[in-house]
């Protein structure tokens, strides 16, 4: 390749930070070293000279905790160059190139090493630092334009409304006293019924009404209903099959107590402000249907009653976690 080129692709590497991307090689024969200047470089879909020998394989990939800047395509490209010229290789075939994703921020290059005729290396230099250049900028411009449409996309898999309804268990989480004991960690059910209405953006807002149902023994009964608005964020996979939502709401609580105990027969309710976070996740069975798993947080300040002492608290009344599940229509 000419030294253009390389002295591009070295000052890449040279401009990234210590932490080194990974190369390997798989070497059939090993010759004397070349100069990185004299490798040609064949694209992907270029077809090798008749009388290219092979002499090794070599992949260029994240090492693990690689800076962005040090793994772009010039610099992993670079790396592989030179470990070519290292072999004895005149020649580097692209197998195959990875853009980065979710599994790497790292451009990734897989190669052949070719050993060519030196007249194919003096005639080539040329014509492939142009094509390369060319190539690279329809390659980067291709990449821009499949993450705008990707983005685009998901956009559009976005349901623009849902509709939640779930049920399962339910546990108080605070320590909680009654008039007739101290309780903490007690289990019940849960029911919940949303709303949501999603922009393009991902974001909206929703309608959440819970439900919870505890028991105490002695007969005591604990109930709480809550409603109310929420801002909501949603999020819809590029193929279409799982949706990701989280929601913040605050609204209206009636907490109530009662017991059946025909000894100590007593209702005891309160109305207060409540809040809810909610995080699910969600798998598409239909156009129109889903089923989907959430986790709440719930949380119920309620007043001090009068008659016995709560001041050890510094927060009295209800937090509930609870994990539902249940169906998700599209709209």
């Known amino acids: 390749m000419s030294r253009l080129l390389y002295l591009f692709l070295t000052a890449a590497v040279l401009t990234g930070c210590s932490t080194a991307p990974k190369v ?15 490798v040609v470089i064949y694209e992907t879909k270029d077809i090798m000279p008749d009388d290219a ?17 040090n793994c772009q395509y010039g610099s992993m490209l670079a790396l592989a ?14 197998d195959e ?10 451009h990734r290059i897989w190669g052949t090493m070719y050993v060519v005729s030196d007249s194919i290396v ?25 993450e705008i449409d990707r983005q685009q996309k998901t956009r559009a898999n976005n349901p623009k409304n849902v509709v939640k309804l779930s049920a399962g268990v339910s546990w108080i989480t605070s ?25 393009d953006s991902g974001l909206g807002f929703g309608i959440d009404y819970l439900f919870y149902d505890t028991s105490f023994g002695n007969g005591i009964g604990q ?45 005891y309710t309160q109305s207060r402000v409540g809040a809810n ?3 699910g996740a969600e798998y598409r069975i239909a156009k129109h249907l889903g089923i989907g798993m959430q986790m709440n947080a719930f949380t119920l300040p309620l007043k001090r009653p009068e008659g016995y002492d709560t001041s050890k608290y510094n927060f009295y009344g209800i937090r509930h976690f609870d994990i539902m599940g249940g169906l998700r229509i599209y709209l």
């Open 223 to 267: 109930k709480i209903n809550y409603i109310g608005p929420s801002i909501v964020f949603g999020y819809t996979t590029y193929d279409n099959q799982w949706r990701f939502d989280g929601s913040l709401g605050i609204g209206y609580a009636n907490y109530k107590e009662e017991t059946n105990n025909p000894h100590m027969a007593y209702i």
């Open 97 to 106: 190139h990875k853009a980065p994703d979710l599994r790497s921020t790292c």
């Open 122 to 146: 003096r005639n080539t230099a040329q014509v492939s630092l142009r094509e390369m250049e060319e190539k690279k900028d329809a390659e980067l411009w291709e990449l821009y334009q499949e």
């Open 277 to 279: 976070v909610a995080l």
């Open 24 to 38: 390997v090689t798989e070497m059939d024969e090993t010759l004397p070293a070349k100069r990185p200047s004299d």
């Open 175 to 199: 320590e909680f006293q009654t008039p007739y004991g101290t309780y903490r960690s007690r289990a019940g059910y849960g029911l919940n019924a949303s709303y949501q209405h999603l922009w």
């Open 81 to 94: 160059v030179r470990k070519a010229a290292e072999n004895g290789a005149n020649a580097l075939h692209i």
């Open 53 to 69: 020998r092979r002499i090794g394989k070599v992949k260029v990939t994240d090492g693990g905790f690689t800076p962005t800047r």
